[in-house]
């Protein structure tokens, strides 16, 4: 059974700094892209980054380049994305995603988390 769990959301003040994790269970994380998603309440959800099978190439999103990092740790089956110099519009519901295969960013995955909120305010 395919899973992703996603945690470390929290209430955070701007400039601050948070880190999610995507805990993968059920395939073999390393054969997986794995993306990191974001929606705002009435917004489309957006791709934040994401981070290949391979040789970890990574990709970001204009919006959180230089102050977002994504990273894995196959043998914990584990994603990360570290978020610093958070700002208000980084509020949202964080979703991690993965897709078999290699590179990225991607039109489509294949499994999904639930989701974990995280707001930036005073």
């Known amino acids: 059974q395919v899973q992703l769990v996603e945690s470390g959301g929290a209430l955070v003040q701007p400039g601050g700094s948070l880190r999610l994790s995507c805990a993968t269970s059920?395939?073999?994380?390393?054969?997986?892209?794995i993306g990191w998603f974001r929606q705002a309440p009435g917004k489309e959800r957006e791709g934040v980054s994401c981070i290949s099978s391979s040789e970890g190439s990574t990709y970001y999103a204009d919006s959180v380049k230089g102050r977002f990092t994504i990273s894995r740790d196959n043998a914990k089956n584990t994603v990360y994305l570290q978020m610093n110099s958070l700002k208000p519009e980084d509020t949202a519901v964080y979703y991690c995603?993965?897709?078999?295969?290699?590179?990225?960013?991607?039109?489509?995955?294949?499994?999904w988390g639930q989701g974990t909120q995280v707001t930036v305010s005073s």
């Open positions: 995603a993965a897709d078999y295969g290699l590179g990225c960013p991607r039109s489509s995955y294949d499994y």
């Open positions: 059920g395939f073999i994380l390393d054969y997986y892209v």
